[in-house]
């Protein structure tokens, strides 16, 4: 403990008690110190910093060597990102007395996908075509909307169809006693507030006063529009978040 008048720390306090006396009491006092230096506080120093270094080697180990952005990209995974949602106000085009408004929000589960519900007013019983067009411009009557939303240059075709323009949501329909048009359907091409490709925020939903043949007319028109006639109402698709 001491040698030479050398002392460390540890040893300080044992020179002072052995100075006192040689009695069995301080021999257990000693014996005591002893435990304190060599026994609890070294179980602490060796256990936490192996502790520390399981986690450390499990996180390594998995996540690779930035722990620190790998924890962070863990809890934001882990956290399912807020649906997106957005508003159309439908008004009128080539019919004055239609007007209508729909809500969208993305889905996650099972699979991405965007769910489109509103109201319809004023149109006549049976099938509408119901697209997402170009441009979220409403002027000259719906047909600077410009044509069906179609960024991969496909023709027009159905909703269930895998070459089809993104904008082809199909038909809706109005039930013959009228006087509302109910929309609930749930697309898995259209994306909402993304930034993607198929990205339908800031564009226009457009109703039809005919019925969308789905691409399958059997002329040129059919692979363009879907013959679903004149633009009756439309609206811009506006994000709410
Ligand atoms: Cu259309
Ligand atoms: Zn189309």
Redesign the pocket.
């Known amino acids: 403990m001491i040698e030479n008048g050398k002392t460390d720390n540890k040893n300080d306090i044992k020179i002072e008690i052995e100075s006192q006396d040689n009695s069995e009491d301080s021999v257990e006092i000693k014996s005591c110190l002893t435990q304190v230096f060599y026994g609890k506080r070294s179980r602490f120093a060796v256990g936490i910093p192996l502790i520390l270094a399981i986690i450390a080697t499990a996180v390594v180990g998995t996540q690779g060597y930035n722990i620190f952005s790998n924890f962070r990209d863990f809890f934001s995974r882990s956290r399912p990102a807020p649906p997106k949602r957005a508003f159309v106000r439908l008004v009128s085009g080539a019919d004055e007395n239609v007007s209508g408004h729909l809500s969208l929000t993305t889905l996650s589960h099972p699979n991405q996908a965007v769910l489109i519900q509103g109201s319809i007013y004023g149109l006549k019983p049976g099938l509408h075509g119901f ?1 997402v067009h170009m441009n979220g411009e409403l002027t000259s009557q719906c047909k600077d909307a410009g ?4 960024p991969a240059g496909n ?3 159905s909703p269930v169809d895998s070459a ?2 993104v ?2 949501l199909g038909n809706i329909h109005t039930p013959p006693v009228g006087p509302t048009t109910r929309v609930s359907m749930i697309d898995g091409i259209v994306t909402l507030g993304d930034g993607g490709v198929n990205d339908i925020a800031g564009r226009a939903i457009v109703v039809h006063a005919g019925e ?1 043949d789905l ?1 399958k007319g059997g002329d040129d028109e059919s692979k ?3 013959n679903a006639g004149a633009r009756l109402a439309c609206g811009v698709i506006t994000l709410l978040n």
């Open positions: 697209h044509g069906h939303f179609n023709p027009h075709s089809r323009h904008g082809d969308d691409g363009k529009t879907g």
